[in-house]
């Protein structure tokens, strides 16, 4: 999904809308977060930001096979790892992986690509956060985080389903917003979800309205 030169005038503040609408094109097929990221990684240089995911679920999701930084490690050209949580980082160098660092300690290089998967909306201060990335060098910028449209929260009446370390929902504009704020450009907007070989309908729903499958990523470059 493009950004029109309309949207980037809301995006920018240059106009304001009380009700405008973002129309959602349909999506040509569904791919998981991770199947989409390893795409955008093959070959790349790429370095990874929140890299550890939660500690309790690093050995759960490792003997799955849906621990990114492993998946993004077998993909990418060269791989460097950024966490904020000592812990976290321990548990991964003694399950063998290595380069990686605090973000005190990170080397500098050059990347092809910044990974941020489901961090920004763990993160107190969104533009801080975004504007501090600027710190390395790399080509672009890829931001996934849960969809706030997406089905399970539209089913939820009673009760709130929710990660207690997020902070934000985010929809397509919204962090389309809070992106341009901090200074990039962006490319494009997707939206990922799991596709299922055994649910026809639920495919086609899910292509015919993306705004409905779990996930938002998006890629961005900075700003010249």
């Known amino acids: 999904m493009l950004i029109s030169e309309e949207a980037y005038t809301y995006l920018r503040g240059e106009h304001f809308s009380n009700g405008w609408s973002l129309t959602i094109p349909r999506q040509q097929r569904i791919v998981s977060r991770n199947e989409r990221l390893v795409e955008l990684a093959q070959n790349k240089a790429v370095l990874h930001i929140g890299c550890a995911d939660h500690t309790g679920l690093i050995q ?63 993160v107190p201060n969104v533009n801080l956060f975004l504007t501090d990335l600027k710190r390395y060098t790399f080509d672009r910028l890829v931001i996934t985080t849960p969809n706030a449209y997406r089905r399970i929260n539209r089913k939820q009446y009673k009760a709130e389903l929710i990660n207690t370390d997020h902070r934000y929902w985010f929809s397509p504009f919204t962090l389309a917003k809070v992106v341009t704020e901090a200074k990039y450009q962006i490319e494009a907007i997707e939206f ?13 729903l899910l292509k015919k309205y993306p705004l409905l499958q779990d996930g938002l990523l998006i890629i961005a470059t900075k700003q010249a």
């Open 192 to 204: 990922t979800d799991y596709p299922s070989k055994f649910r026809l309908y639920r495919n086609l």
């Open 60 to 122: 759960s999701k490792i003997k799955k096979g849906k621990y990114l930084h492993e998946l993004l490690q077998h993909t990418s050209s060269k791989l460097v790892g950024i966490d904020i949580n000592p812990e976290s980082i321990e548990v991964m160098q003694k399950l063998g992986f290595s380069n990686i660092y605090h973000p005190s300690m990170a080397p500098e290089a050059n990347y092809d690509l910044l990974i941020a998967a489901d961090v920004i909306e763990h």
